[in-house]
């Protein structure tokens, strides 16, 4: 860290503290702390930092603070934030629990120590009549804790019983290298198809497909959607009915992922379509929308994630766009 953003992060660090010492906080003062602290260049020293000097801070805000940061810093890779992590799902208070769990949603990270320390939180607690509790209950950050452990164990079991019904072994998973990703649960309605059904998106990734639609649209190139968030159970019944239809698992896991492991299952990936081509269909290749997309997607933060030969093992996809953040050039 050089020295300005050294000085930043102790501005910010002391920031922290005084908001923790006032009697009366409102949780945007400390979301919008956590976001100055993620937003700092060299994320990685930001995050150790924050691990080594406000994870046991003695005011609950302060650790709070610390422990969003983490999360909306994405730094997931950085050295000992999981057990770090894992650590505060046995904080004192709360609402830093709660916000661990949810970090380790989003990193997601396990072992047999997070399901354990879920396992220890989340106990008595069931979904979705607990959730309903909650929604009556928003102040009490311990049912809040509670709950979030559960849905986060939740996503870190479910796919193994789900896989297991399928006859899809974990072999075949990390043979391919999968990535497990859970379900969002911050949606909002990127776009109403046709048929009236609602498409859903992460507010980020909807944010820059209105962007993305609408350029193309001045462009004279239609661009929709034909499918963008899906539930691991939706993904579930799509394998199962393919099953059904007498299809093989090795035929069908390379079109469809396996439950738990679609980048549908995240809100930032879509299927789209055009005007005059069938949707989920090579042809798109040889549409000037796709030709739009693959000249111009990049600057909206979208990109194709199975091209030829792409490593994961499945069929060429130039429908399937995954939005990465804006500007993302990464492939
Ligand atoms: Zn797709």
């Excluded at 660090?13 to 702390?33: A, C, F, Y």
């Excluded at 997070?114 to 309903?132: F, H, K, Q, V, Y």
């Excluded at 059904?197 to 661009?223: F, M, N, Q, S, Y």
Aim: charged content about 25%; proline content about 4%; hydrophobic content about 40%.
């Amino acid at each position: 860290m050089n020295l300005l953003n050294r000085y930043r992060f102790r501005r910010l660090v002391d920031k922290s503290v005084r908001l923790g010492n006032r009697p009366m906080i409102m949780p945007i003062e400390e979301l919008r702390l956590a976001v100055a602290f993620a937003e700092l260049p060299c994320r990685e020293e930001v995050v150790t930092n924050l691990i080594g000097e406000l994870f046991d801070h003695q005011n609950m805000h302060v650790r709070r603070i610390a422990v969003i940061a983490c999360r909306k810093s994405g730094a997931f890779g950085v050295p000992g934030l999981k057990e770090a992590l894992t650590r505060k799902l046995a904080d004192p208070e709360g609402w830093v629990r709660y916000d661990a769990a949810w970090a380790i949603l989003e990193a997601k990270y396990d072992s047999s120590e997070i399901r354990a320390c879920l396992a220890a939180l989340a106990d008595g607690i069931s979904l979705p009549a607990d959730r309903e509790r909650v929604r009556r209950n928003l102040g009490d950050a311990d049912l809040q804790a509670k709950v979030r452990a559960r849905e986060t164990l939740d996503a870190l079991l479910a796919p193994r019983t789900i896989l297991a019904s399928l006859g899809i072994s974990l072999e075949t998973i990390s043979e391919r290298e999968l990535a497990l990703y859970p379900e969002s649960t911050e949606l909002v309605v990127a776009e109403i198809g046709e048929n009236g059904r609602e498409h859903l998106l992460v507010p980020a990734a909807a944010a820059a497909w209105g962007a993305l639609r609408d350029t193309a649209k001045g462009d004279g190139v239609v661009i929709r959607i034909v499918s963008a968030f899906r539930s691991v159970e939706r993904q579930a019944e799509i394998v199962r009915a393919k099953l059904a239809r007498g299809q093989s698992l090795d035929e069908i896991l390379r079109v469809s992922a396996p439950p738990g492991y679609s980048e549908h299952h995240s809100g930032r990936a879509l299927d789209v379509t055009t005007d005059g081509a069938r949707p989920l269909e090579l042809e798109f290749e040889h549409t000037a929308a796709f030709q739009w997309l693959e000249r111009n997607a990049g600057r909206f933060g979208f990109h194709m994630s199975y091209p030829r030969q792409n490593r994961y093992g499945y069929m060429y996809e130039p429908w399937h766009w995954c939005f990465r953040g804006e500007g993302s050039d990464h492939a």
